[in-house]
């Protein structure tokens, strides 16, 4: 029998994506589940075959995420569709072909299925489960014209990445905690944490995948470049701030941002945003009484979604618990 349902988990915060949890052994059935997250998908069962699927899937800020167990199952995407997609093979394999090109698809790499050419996929077995994750066109170009390409042109991608590319073993691992996150609705508490991870995530995708050179003129500004971006992160500490908008409002590109960073500050963008959302939550920790807000609020309001690290973090920077600091008057400033 076929169903598809939202997945019922009484901790899920209220505001926390929707889950879908649903089998199917009818292709229109499948076909239609799968709609809002892979639209334009023709299923049809392989020849002489029993279709089965099982499939977990929920959907944030223009990216949809979900695993798949497929048995006997044929998937094909005309081309044009309003969205891109990277699996992640967990276990098993599976043949799949794009514009015509034959994939072979096991676990330790992450294969792209480009919107603008056409897509064919046959799964046999059981053994076949993936992860797959899908984006929007739209977010696509947003962050392709972030990172300093044109977005009218449509995006060209690899669609074979080797699971020995830094940036393959990053992806696979962003994808996997964001997986992780949504699904025991802890990270979508935080709205600014979200946008980042999500940003994050589609920025190793698009850089990951395609080749890009970089200008050497670069290479001579790394310190005005880490200047400009310092003083942009301090006065949006309560926002979301990605990558691919630093390189953006410094004019060049996250790599050379992030070597920027490290020569001048000798850290990372994400470490150096950490360091000072920190800061911003310790002043208000001092200045707030604690009978008008809780740490909880103070941390989730800097993006600090998971409270146990927020409060390792800010014990290892200030030597006491954050409760302790909104608790304490006598308290001084620290930086």
């Known amino acids: 029998m076929d169903s598809a349902k939202p997945n019922a988990r009484p901790n ?32 049809s069962p392989l020849r002489g075959s029993t279709l089965r699927a099982q ?15 497929f048995s006997n199952v044929h998937v094909t995407f005309p081309e044009e569709r309003p969205f891109i997609g990277a699996t992640i093979p967990l276990r098993g394999a599976c043949r799949m072909a794009g514009n015509g090109t034959p994939l072979d698809v096991v676990p330790g790499r992450f294969h792209v299925v480009e919107g603008h050419k056409s897509f064919d996929a046959q799964m046999t077995d ?5 992860l797959a994750v899908t984006v929007s066109n739209d977010r696509l170009r947003s962050v392709r014209s972030l990172l300093g390409g044109e977005p009218s042109r449509q995006i060209d ?10 940036g393959a073993r990053r992806f696979t691992r962003q994808a996997c905690n964001l997986w992780r996150e949504l699904k025991h609705g802890v990270l979508p508490r935080s709205e600014i944490a979200l946008q980042e991870t999500i940003d994050r995530l589609v920025c190793s995708l698009v850089e990951t995948s395609r080749s890009r050179g970089l ?7 790394p310190d005005r470049v880490a200047g400009l971006a310092a003083e942009y992160i301090v006065e949006n500490l309560d926002r979301p701030l990605t990558l691919s908008e630093l390189a953006a409002n410094t004019g060049t590109s996250v790599r050379t941002l992030t070597r920027a ?55 290892t920077v200030f030597g006491e618990s954050p409760s302790s600091t909104l608790g304490n008057e006598g308290t001084q400033l620290a930086f």
């Open 215 to 221: 200008d050497p003129r670069e290479a001579s500004m």
């Open 12 to 43: 899920r915060p209220a505001n926390a994506p929707p889950f879908m949890s649903f089998a199917a052994s009818e292709a229109d059935a499948l076909a239609a589940s799968l709609a809002p997250i892979v639209p334009g998908a023709e299923i």
């Open 55 to 69: 499939v977990t899937a929920t959907s944030a800020a223009d990216v949809g995420i979900f695993t798949t167990r």
């Open 261 to 315: 960073f490290r020569r001048r500050f000798g850290t990372s963008p994400q470490q150096f945003i950490r360091d000072r959302r920190l800061e911003a939550a310790n002043r208000a920790l001092l200045v707030t009484d604690a009978g008008d807000v809780t740490v909880t609020e103070i941390a989730m309001h800097f993006g600090f979604w998971h409270l146990g690290r927020f409060s390792t973090y800010y014990r």
């Open 157 to 166: 991608l690899r669609e074979h990445v080797s699971p020995h590319h830094p």
């Open 126 to 130: 059981d053994a076949c489960e993936f």
